[in-house]
């Protein structure tokens, strides 16, 4: 059976040195849920919180209605996918499957039903008499994910699951995981550093950095309207620009890098004069203007073809760098040294505050609550 | 170098049944290691009634006869470390850079002399160059020369250096395997190759291993105790002089036989610290993506370097299989007569009454207890570090630096009296052993636990295993290659010990190596030979055992 997981100020401390103070977090029933950051963001730390490895130095877990801070990691009832599988390599890949069931005192032949059950279904029955050492990587996580599977947990933790495998079969496992995931209907929290990943797998994400959870959102929303400044640089390709917010005729302006002046819709009503802010316009949010159109000039850098799309690397009047993509057309590239105007797609791009603490363009969806 | 400790954040183990066995584990060393050192400390610092007195160390320092050991000991071992590490570096060399004929075999060979009880390498070379030794006579008969003796500095050094040559191989050659043939070829590149880049790279960069080899090799020539007995004659060295003011027959003075013991304990800590400094602070991480292959090579060039290296495996090994072909020749008394029997071995087996199966009980019993003590200590040590584990860490190290004789003595005195009496049983033989040689299987299973990653135990806890199952199931069988190499070592250095047992030996408690040593003593070589053939027989066995095991084939010391 499937529980929500609901953590209230989660704090942890590495002796005096506090990496987590006060987080809170709530995980839906069966849905698969990601934290995402870059390493040292405290979110293994977390995830093995969750799953008593790590002890807790404040605050409440729940997985449903029964709190489980003080409950041995035995009798969590958790399945976990290590980042090195941690297979044992003294047992056969049955033996391996069969591991946990055996500890429950389940009834040999009921065991027996089970783990062949999710052999084939992680499609690892032929192998089930090897021993790991003659196992791929991906087979060995393949093992790894039926073994904490069989004994029907109520969460699935998973920690870096594939950091370890070359990148064409990671990209083949993340599928493989996404859609047993979707066939039992476990809650799964699933840690990674890789951005990518996580958007190809979860159904939210958190976004983490030193300890602290940015934005909580589906993978749409932290693209699109990233909650701070952070989130828009860490979730894809960005780039960064300064700029100022002004009114006149109950309008609303943006000025871009001093220069180029959008009028705005949808920015928030606290934030319609501020002197200085950072404007995030990702690459395919830029365009090139036709025929003298006023925006930013820009000369071209480099230029690089890649099928689909056309990178171009060009530096702006103020010698800020800036990378723009254009869907690849059929008439010749733009040559280096080419002076350009820059558009930008205004309903797409994000406005944040000096600091890049918040968003202050309105749609902004984030789970977090403030 | 100050390391900053931040706690890895894990739950904290609760007061378990490891908590019990950390404080048992404890008691043990206390009771068996370091009350008999204090007891050998106290006994030192005391006179005949009870007072406090450093006469005993004034006496030692005062007189040349007793100071002068420590020179020796000094000499002697300095002069055998130097001899080691010409012979064992450029055979690491050879080894790892060209293609040797028979490599594969010679290394056999060179670890096996290195296995062998020091004191057999002594006794099969009087055997060869003795005042009535094979070579000696054969020169004398040939040619009327008068071979130089062979007892005394040269002897000792000539047996330490062919014994412990190996452990600068095994070293160095270690070190050479994690050196990258690009170092070697970007050198080559900058016009430096063949002489000039072994001086200039290959020994710098192999400097930190040679060091280490160096001291472990000065160490055990310094502590040995049966090479310097038997091949020793008037030159005095300081482990025989510990055993000597213990053992004499003209009443031997305890209490200065213990001052002596104490100046030996510091002397070899001294050496081991140095040793400990030297390794952390030289050490740098070399990890080899292209080993080196080694070469074919031709020529004047192949003859020089073969003949190097069978040369010097012959010579090391060549009296030990002297030995063995001498307990194979018909004796008569004491004297080896023409023609072969098996008389020796007949004679050997009536004489050994209850020797060899003192050898499996005695030892055996050792063994289960190191096995046991090594398994339990690598867990405590690599996954419940804490105060207490730490100090059963650092203790366990301190055999090493314990000479043999000093084992014996100061486990004489601890036990030697009500509450405890143990002096004459198995027990205390038991005891010694253990302490002796735990250090090598501990080391082998910490070394093993630790790169067993946590992530496999707390699998197990999240499939529902206590810590406790997780350990036995999970753990334990994952670690059995480690135990058993590091078992089998110690097995080998069990059967070969002799400098503790000679002290606390009874009738009842002979082994094999007392036996040898009591009858190589008394003259009786054909016995001798027989017994340490015996002896070989079951080291080579050992080894054959541990080759299997052990899939890196790698020996540590």
Redesign the interface.
């Known amino acids: 059976m499937s529980v929500n997981i609901s953590i209230k100020n989660a704090v942890?401390?590495?002796?005096n040195?506090t990496?987590i103070s006060g987080l809170s977090l709530d995980i839906r029933e069966g849905e698969f849920f990601t934290l995402l950051g870059p390493s040292g963001c405290g979110k293994t730390?977390l995830l093995?919180m969750i799953?008593?490895?790590?002890?807790i130095e404040g605050g409440d877990f729940y997985f449903g209605k029964d709190r489980i801070n003080d409950k041995d990691?035995?009798?969590?009832n958790?399945?976990?996918v290590?980042?090195?599988y941690?297979i044992?390599?003294?047992m056969t890949v049955r033996d391996n499957v069969a591991?946990?069931l055996k500890?429950?005192k389940i009834p040999k032949d009921e065991i027996n039903i089970e783990v062949e059950k999710f052999l084939h279904l992680m499609q690892i029955y032929e192998y089930k008499d090897r021993m790991p050492e003659n196992l791929s990587g991906g087979q060995q996580q393949r093992v790894a994910l039926a073994?904490?599977l069989v004994?029907k947990p109520d969460v699935l933790l998973m920690d870096e699951p594939l950091s370890n495998l070359d990148a064409k079969l990671r990209v083949e496992m993340r599928s493989a995981i996404k859609e047993i995931q979707n066939k039992i209907g476990i809650t799964t929290v699933y840690v990674t550093h890789d951005q990518e990943e996580a958007m190809a797998v979860s159904d939210r994400i958190a976004v983490m950095n030193e300890g602290v959870i940015q934005h909580i959102g589906t993978p749409k929303d932290l693209y699109q309207r990233p909650a701070n400044l952070f989130v828009a640089t860490f979730i894809g390709h960005t780039n960064i620009l300064d700029g100022d917010v002004f009114s006149e005729d109950g309008k609303t302006y943006l000025r871009i890098e001093g220069s180029f002046i959008l009028e705005m819709d949808n920015i928030l009503s606290d934030y319609r004069s501020e002197n200085s802010v950072k404007v995030s316009v990702r690459p395919e949010e830029f365009i090139i203007q036709k025929d003298g159109e006023k925006g930013l000039e820009a000369v071209v850098d480099d230029c690089v073809f890649l099928g689909l799309n056309t990178h171009y690397f060009a530096h702006l009047d103020s010698g800020k760098k800036v990378e723009i993509v254009m869907e690849s057309e059929i008439d010749s590239t733009i040559p280096k040294g080419t002076k350009i105007s820059l558009g930008v797609k205004k309903h797409k791009i994000n406005v944040f505050n000096q600091e890049g603490s918040k968003n202050i363009v309105s749609g902004v969806r984030n789970d977090l609550g403030e | 170098m100050k390391k900053q400790v931040i706690s890895d954040g894990r739950v904290k183990p609760k007061k378990d049944i490891w908590t019990v066995v950390s404080i048992a584990v404890l008691c043990l060393f206390g009771l068996f290691m370091i009350y008999p050192l204090a007891m050998l400390l106290k006994n030192a610092v005391v006179n005949q009634e009870n007072k406090f007195t450093l006469e005993h160390f004034f006496k030692f320092f005062s007189k040349s006869y007793y100071f002068g050991t420590i020179a020796n000991s000094f000499k002697v071992s300095l002069s055998a470390t130097i001899l080691a590490l010409l012979l064992g570096i450029p055979l690491a060399y050879f080894f790892n850079m060209y293609e040797i004929k028979g490599a594969k075999a010679l290394q056999v060979i060179i670890i096996l002399s290195s296995m062998s009880a020091p004191f057999i390498g002594a006794y099969s070379w009087i055997l060869l160059l003795g005042r009535n030794g094979l070579i000696t006579n054969l020169v004398k008969n040939l040619t009327g020369i008068k071979l130089p003796n062979i007892y005394g500095f040269g002897g000792i050094m000539l047996v330490l250096c062919l014994q412990l040559y190996p452990l600068v191989f095994l070293y160095v050659s270690g070190a050479l395997k994690n050196l990258d043939s690009t170092l070697l070829e970007a050198s080559e590149n900058m016009g430096c190759s063949g002489a000039k880049r072994f001086f200039k790279l290959v020994i710098p960069l192999c400097m930190p291993t040679i060091i280490a080899a160096s001291l472990m090799v000065f160490m055990r020539a310094f502590a040995d105790f049966g090479t310097p007995l038997f091949i020793g004659e008037g030159y005095r060295t300081f482990p025989v002089e510990i055993y000597n003011s213990f053992m004499s027959e003209t009443g031997g003075d305890t209490h200065f036989a213990c001052a002596v013991a104490i100046i030996g304990i510091v002397i070899t800590t001294v050496i081991f610290l140095f040793q400990r400094y030297v390794n952390g602070k030289y050490k740098f991480t070399m990890n080899a993506l292209h080993p080196i292959k080694s070469k074919k090579i031709h020529g004047i060039k192949s003859v020089l370097v073969h003949a190097f290296c069978y040369l010097v495996v012959f010579i090391a090994y060549a009296p030990q299989m002297y030995v063995i072909y001498t307990s194979f020749k018909n004796t008569s008394g004491k004297l080896f007569t023409s023609g072969y029997s098996l008389k020796s071995y007949t004679d050997a087996f009536s004489k050994l009454q209850n020797a060899i199966p003192n050898t499996f009980l005695i030892g055996g019993s050792a063994l289960i207890m190191i096995i046991i003590l090594s398994v339990l200590i690598a867990y405590l040590v690599v996954r419940r570090s804490n105060g207490i584990n730490k100090t059963i860490d650092v203790l366990s190290m301190i055999p090493y630096v314990i000479p043999g004789a000093v084992v014996g003595i100061s486990l004489v005195i601890a036990f030697n009296k009500k509450p405890m009496v143990l002096v004459g049983t198995a027990t205390i033989m038991i005891i010694a052993l253990i302490i002796r040689r735990c250090s090598y299987t501990i080391r082998s299973s910490v070394a093993t636990l630790q790169q067993i990653p946590i992530s496999i135990e707390e699998a197990a806890i999240s499939l529902g295993c206590s810590k406790m199952k997780a350990f036995f199931k999970v753990t334990i069988p994952m670690m059995s290659n480690g135990i058993i190499s590091g078992a089998l070592l110690s097995w080998i250095a069990i059967i070969t010990e002799l400098s503790s047992g000679v002290i606390l030996y009874n009738y009842r408690t002979t082994t094999l190596t007392i036996q040898i040593y009591t009858y190589v003593s008394r003259g009786n070589y054909g016995i001798a030979a027989a017994m340490a053939t015996i002896l070989t027989v079951m080291t080579v066995v050992t080894l054959i055992i541990f080759m299997v095991f052990s899939k890196d084939k790698k020996i540590t010391f």
Request: hydrophobic letters at 40%; charged letters at 20%; proline letters at 6%.
């Open positions: 942890k401390k590495y002796g040195l990496v730390t093995r799953a008593g490895f790590n002890s990691p035995a009798k969590r958790i399945g976990m290590f980042q090195n941690a044992f390599p003294n591991f946990g500890n429950r073994r904490a004994i």
